[in-house]
């Protein structure tokens, strides 16, 4: 990602409906080569932010970018960009080998070349052999790679993909991603990708962006849109997440204290914090970045990085889930606050076998918690 | 729902009951009484004995009344096609309307069918006259024409000589296109309706153009609309009695006319029934074969 190259830029993109801004002034740059997933609650405006990427709704305000040129006058048929359809699309009355070619048809690909790339994009979604289907004679995942082939077989600059796994099997889904990680790589081609899924953008992205009613939110690295949540809405919205509203009490250099409401004790963080004393903060904790252990003693574990009396606190264990790889759990400490926390199952027995109701401690790293400003 | 009203035997029987009698009284005894006429000759002024005889459909198929058979025909197919190219550019853009213009475009294309036809084609006969408003206005080009030319210094035009534009087979195809053009739009733009956007927008990205998703895409999928058009428009032009009769010259004549002459003016009623009867069948044969074709396409849904 050094020689990070602009295709996509939207600048200051707004999209209205009537009163209703789908899209709300949109600043966004997508580079060269890069698998990028757009992530958001349902009806938050991504669908149409890939529709004026295709060409298919005109912003209402702002500029949309390809290789720097203008496109708002570039209709859709023009555009080096192909786009699978969240409804997939795929005409009902051509066989899916038809389908495929349509594309290559429009594009005057001799027969020869094009049923040799038909077949190949057909393998690449493993649908071969069904070239001679009728799409009702499909499942509806099947049909969803019908239309993945269809516009793959074009080698876009550009592919939107508006939730192309949503209608397949998990099994299937994780064969897919797969896929489609090692075609991204192999073709170079730019994937922008709408998900509901975290665990797929997460997975498959080198960048995301969350939006909300219409907003960008962040965009990020996944790694960073998961450790380094700008907002108390992306963290929430990225996997699990447990928030305390609190106060900043101590703001030095080198550490700063929370002072959380729902907690009996202070949370100590090992940096400073940008923000007015006194102002309300929220510290975001991941559940798997909270310890559990048993309660031996009245003197909680200190893991080392935070003066005594600050981020342990005891609770009792309210609700276990097991998930193979790893549990969760809710505890509640003092004052009723529930508190999610993850751990995983190193062993195939436990040998710290945590009940329903067993009193214990969790605690947490000077470094863990997450502090958010709105 | 569909268990209880199976269950309900009675109710459905007793709500079927009245519109079946009325079915029966007025419209399948009737048909019965007309076919067996076809099977029978006249005795007298008003006595039809029924002989079982296929004398009178030997004649309905003579050359003579073939061949009004086949120019019905030809002047129906000719209508239906005039009305397909016609309507389906209308039917398209309606679709593409802005929702509140669709209702209005809608109503303005079923405004015709609260004016009797009688009433309608008078008012084309007004039009298309030869002091109608068509020549009219032809003329009045003429002679603007001609001041023009005098202007500029060229030979006058001569006299205006009127266009015949009325009692003949062109006025009979345009009063035909004219009625049933409604006929052709209401099917075309309820397929069309339903087709699914994202099809053509599908097209549109994967790089074909208007013409090429037209053809390729909303055409194929409108097929059913269209058969159903083509079938809901050519049965009723075939069997135009008032349109030929008014607007058209001695020589466009259809079978309806020539049926209705057999039965009034020539009073041969088992004649004229057998000519219906042939109508009809032919009517089976169109019907059958849109059946056919109806099979053969796909649902127009994604
Ligand atoms: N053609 C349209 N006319 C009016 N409103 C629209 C139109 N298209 C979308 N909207 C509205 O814009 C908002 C954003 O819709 P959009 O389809 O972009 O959402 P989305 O993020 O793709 O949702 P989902 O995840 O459910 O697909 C929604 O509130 C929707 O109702
Ligand atoms: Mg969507």
């Not at chain 1, 009723?336 to 027995?349: A, D, H, Y």
């Not at chain 2, 004649?59 to 005039?82: C, D, E, M, N």
Request: proline share 5%; hydrophobic share 50%; aromatic share 8%.
């Amino acid at each position: 990602m050094s020689q990070a190259k602009p295709i996509i830029t939207f600048e200051n993109v707004t999209k209205r409906f009537g009163k209703l801004a789908a899209v709300d002034d949109v600043s966004l740059t997508v580079n060269e080569g890069e698998f990028f997933a757009l992530l958001g609650p349902s009806g938050c405006g991504k669908t149409t932010l890939l529709r004026m990427l295709a060409g298919f709704e005109v912003p209402t305000e702002g500029r949309i970018l390809i290789d720097g040129q203008d496109v708002s006058n570039t209709p859709p048929n023009k555009r080096p960009i192909n786009m699978v359809f969240q409804s997939y699309a795929v005409f009902p009355h051509m066989t899916v080998a038809d389908n495929v070619a349509y594309g290559l048809v429009v594009d005057k690909v001799a027969k020869a070349e094009r049923d040799r790339r038909v077949e190949e994009a057909l393998s690449l979604v493993q649908l071969d052999g069904l070239g001679g289907r009728k799409p009702d004679q499909l499942s509806g995942g099947q049909r969803q790679r019908v239309a993945l082939a269809r516009a793959l077989v074009k080698r876009p600059r550009v592919l939107l993909l508006d939730e192309p796994l949503s209608a397949l099997d998990a099994k299937l889904r994780a064969q897919m991603r797969t896929e489609l990680c090692t075609l991204q790589e192999k073709v170079g081609i730019t994937f922008i990708m709408v998900t509901h899924d975290q665990d797929e953008a997460l997975a498959l992205a080198s960048r995301c962006a969350v939006m909300n009613k219409g907003v960008l939110q962040q965009v990020a690295s996944p790694n960073d849109l998961y450790e380094f949540p700008s907002s108390r809405f992306v963290a929430d919205f990225i996997g699990q997440v447990n928030l305390f509203e609190g106060v900043l009490a101590v703001d030095e250099q080198d550490h700063a204290v929370i002072r959380a409401p729902d907690l009996p004790v202070d949370l100590f963080l090992d940096h400073g914090v940008t923000g007015a004393r006194g102002a309300t903060l929220w510290a975001a904790i991941r559940p798997e970045k909270i310890e559990l252990h048993k309660k031996t003693g009245e003197t909680p574990p200190n893991l080392g990085d935070a003066p005594a009396g600050t981020n342990a606190v005891a609770g009792v264990i309210r609700h276990e889930a097991y998930l193979g790889g790893s549990s969760t759990y809710e505890v509640e400490i003092a004052g009723g606050r529930r508190i999610k926390v993850q751990r995983s199952n190193l062993t195939r027995w436990d040998q710290e076998d945590f009940a329903l109701g067993e009193t214990v401690w969790l605690c947490w790293h000077a470094c863990s918690p997450a502090v958010l400003l709105s | 729902m569909e268990q209880s009203w199976k269950q309900a035997k009675a109710v459905f029987a007793a709500a079927l009951a009245a519109p079946l009698a009325w079915l029966v009284v007025f419209f399948v005894a009737p048909m019965v009484i007309v076919w067996a006429f076809s099977f029978g000759q006249n005795q007298g002024l008003t006595e039809i004995a029924i002989s079982g005889t296929f004398h009178n459909y030997a004649r309905a198929i003579a050359p003579l009344y073939l061949q009004i058979f086949l120019k019905s025909a030809w002047v129906a197919g000719l209508t239906t096609a005039l009305c397909l190219v016609l309507g389906f550019p209308v039917a398209l853009a309606i679709t593409f309307a802005a929702d509140r213009a669709k209702t209005w475009l809608l109503l303005l294309i079923m405004l015709p069918f609260w004016t009797n036809l009688l009433i309608r084609t008078y008012a084309l006969i007004a039009v298309l006259r030869t002091e109608g408003y068509v020549n009219m206005g032809l003329e009045w080009l003429w002679k603007g024409g001609g001041a023009l030319a005098a202007l500029v210094g060229l030979k006058p035009l001569g006299a205006f000589q009127p266009l015949e534009l009325l009692h003949n087979n062109f006025a009979v195809v345009l009063g035909l296109v004219y009625v049933h053009l409604p006929f052709m739009v209401l099917p075309l733009y309820a397929a069309l309706d339903r087709l699914d956007r994202s099809l053509l927008e599908a097209s549109l990205d994967l790089g074909a153009g208007h013409l090429r998703t037209l053809l390729r895409v909303v055409v194929p999928l409108a097929l059913p609309g269209i058969a159903s058009g083509v079938l809901i428009t050519f049965i009723p032009a075939l069997g135009a009695y008032l349109t030929p009769d008014l607007l058209g010259g001695p020589d466009s004549q259809m079978i309806a006319n020539v049926i209705e002459r057999q039965f009034k003016r020539a009073n041969d009623w088992p004649f004229g029934a057998a000519l219906s009867f042939v109508l009809m069948y032919l009517t089976f044969i169109a019907v059958a074969i849109q059946a056919v074709l109806a099979k053969r396409t796909p649902e127009a849904r994604g």
